[in-house]
């Protein structure tokens, strides 16, 4: 059964600064991993998709990374900004679409 | 944005009375999921389907059943509500291209008292 895990659960930085958020699987065989931005009360927000063939997408600021065999993949955010606080979700697509936990970013003025 | 709707977006409703909840597309794709999310669990797969009247189960699908009768419309039905059913529920689409990417609707806040 597919697992995802999402490391850190929570994190607070000031603005400007880069972050990493990271994502990991146990099952490597996917068809593609996505991350969305869910702000609260709302609804999932698509940000990135890399396919199983790929190893990174990039999109302004954001960029993810996919490292299949190892079963992570990261998010990188530039320059982070107030606006970007929301929590961060990574979902695997194999069987079916499996969903982390999701790291909960606070961007402080 | 893509185009999906959920109907209603909150609702308060009694233990064992039914509820349906409804999504509605304007993209033509071919897939709708069902989730339901809670605090601890995260998103977790009710049912979905793969066509009209084509559906499977997802992985917490005890206690729903799904219905679609035309592309744009996936019913989610609690035939009997119970309090384990409070939850925020999402209604999802994705083609089956090259990327299989999924969207999201707004979600529809459920309570069973």
């Known amino acids: 059964k597919q697992e995802v895990t999402q490391i850190p659960a929570a994190l607070s930085v000031p603005e400007g600064e880069n972050l990493v958020l990271n994502c990991s699987f146990t099952?490597?065989?996917?068809?593609?991993l996505q991350w969305f931005r869910q702000d609260p009360g709302k609804g999932l927000t698509s940000l990135l998709l890399i396919q199983s063939s790929q190893r990174e997408q990039t999109s302004g600021r954001l960029n993810a990374s996919l490292d299949k065999s190892s079963g992570r993949s990261t998010l990188y955010i530039a320059a982070s900004q107030p606006g970007d606080s929301a929590t961060y979700l990574c979902?695997?697509?194999?069987?079916?679409?499996?969903f982390g936990p999701g790291t909960r970013l606070s961007v402080l003025p | 944005d893509a185009g999906i709707t959920q109907s209603p977006r909150h609702k308060v409703t009694e233990t064992g009375t039914p509820v349906t909840l409804r999504c509605h597309q304007t993209?033509?794709?071919?897939?709708m999921y069902w989730y339901r999310q809670d605090p601890g669990h995260g998103l977790r797969l009710i049912h979905y389907s793969y066509g009209v009247k084509d559906t499977d189960k997802g992985e917490v699908s005890d206690g729903y059943s799904v219905s679609r009768s035309k592309t744009e419309d996936f019913l989610l039905t609690l035939e009997s509500a119970t309090s384990s059913q409070t939850s925020v529920y999402f209604c999802?689409?994705?083609?089956?291209?090259?990327?299989?990417?999924?969207?999201f609707g707004p979600g529809t806040r459920l309570t069973v008292t």
């Open positions: 999802a689409i994705s083609e089956w291209d090259q990327t299989y990417e999924q969207y």
């Open positions: 979902a695997v697509y194999g069987q079916n679409f499996v």
């Open positions: 993209e033509n794709h071919r897939y």
């Open positions: 099952d490597s065989a996917i068809y593609n």
